[in-house]
């Protein structure tokens, strides 16, 4: 599963960051983005549908998700 963070819509709540840290990483304006090419651990793809859920202004799209 691949993880992507669309720029124009994250609002910088960050609450992607306090759900999966190692995916989810935040610039120094905090604002969100993938790490490296966005994949996902698939021990921690559960995670990643939290966060992908929780995300206030829907800016988290996974690719590869076959439970969404």
């Known amino acids: 599963m691949k993880a992507h963070v669309d720029p124009v819509k994250c609002e910088g709540f960050g609450t992607c960051h306090d759900i999966l840290p190692a995916v989810f990483l935040l610039d120094e304006w905090g604002y969100a983005y993938a790490d490296a090419d966005g994949e996902v651990p698939t021990t921690e793809e559960h995670l990643a ?15 590869g998700d076959e439970a969404a």
């Not at 549908?49 to 690719?63: G, T, Y």
Request: glycine share 0%.
């Open 49 to 63: 549908r939290e966060a992908a859920h929780k995300c206030p202004v829907n800016a988290i799209s996974l690719q």
